[in-house]
């Protein structure tokens, strides 16, 4: 069973520039996570989908963070502008539901983001 | 809020010295506490799910346990290649999302 892909794998842009991250789920996952892991600290969910409606956005800064999840499957995270604080490594998720509980959640490989 | 604290944050080990990891958690309504592990540049790797105090799941060299109040995760006997960081989490009834704590970083030396 192939794992969550997510490209690029690295990305470094300046301060008030744009980036885009892409993420492919584990086949028949229907639910999908982006989460924010700033160095030396545990993951940080920004988004959750449930097919291609959010879930779950209430960590989200919206004011330059963005996702979509259209057709419900793949799933682009964006950030516009971006700041020197959003330097972190950016994780893909993805979880099965069963009779409405949510299974454990697989990650991808991350996006590192290095903002200069 | 929910909240993870784990310690120690990073732990030297000599190989086959066993030690145990610790997560100490408050949460509304545990529905369930993860152990993912994380190497260098990679995403978390799931290991365990617990769910009720007084459960728990082994794997290899690794044991995890749970109480009311905190996880610990065994290592029994370790190996280098059982080097990296553990991640523990904790789920919220109603509350899909995973709070994590910093994790905490082992190293076994050969």
């Known amino acids: 069973e192939a794992g969550v892909a997510q490209s690029p794998r690295y990305k470094i842009i300046e301060k008030r520039q744009s980036v885009a991250f892409w993420c492919n789920p584990i086949?028949?996952?229907?639910?999908l996570y982006w989460y924010q892991q700033i160095l030396g600290q545990g993951p940080k969910l920004l988004i959750q989908?449930?097919?291609?409606?959010?879930?779950?956005d209430s960590q989200l800064p919206k004011d330059r963070f963005s996702a979509e999840r259209l057709k419900g499957v793949d799933s682009t995270l964006k950030i516009q502008p971006a700041k020197l604080e959003d330097s972190a490594v950016y994780l893909c998720?993805?979880?099965?539901?069963?009779?409405?509980?949510?299974?454990?959640?697989?990650f991808g490989p991350g996006t590192r983001l290095t903002v200069l | 809020e929910d909240q993870v604290t784990q310690s120690p944050e990073a732990l030297r080990l000599q190989e086959g010295e066993s030690s145990s990891l610790n997560c100490s958690y408050t949460v509304s309504g545990l529905r369930g506490l993860f152990w993912y592990r994380q190497d260098p540049g990679k995403g978390p790797e799931f290991l365990f799910t617990?769910?009720?105090a007084g459960e728990e799941k082994e794997k290899e060299r690794l044991k995890a346990t749970l109480t009311k109040k905190e996880s610990f995760l065994h290592i029994t006997a370790p190996k280098p290649e059982d080097s990296a960081t553990y991640l523990c989490a904790v789920q919220a009834w109603g509350n899909n999302r995973l709070a994590f704590g910093k994790g905490n970083q082992v190293v076994v030396i050969p």
């Open positions: 989908f449930q097919n291609n409606g959010v879930v779950d």
């Open positions: 086949s028949g996952h229907a639910t």
């Open positions: 998720a993805s979880s099965s539901v069963l009779a409405g509980v949510y299974n454990e959640q697989f």
């Open positions: 617990l769910y009720s």
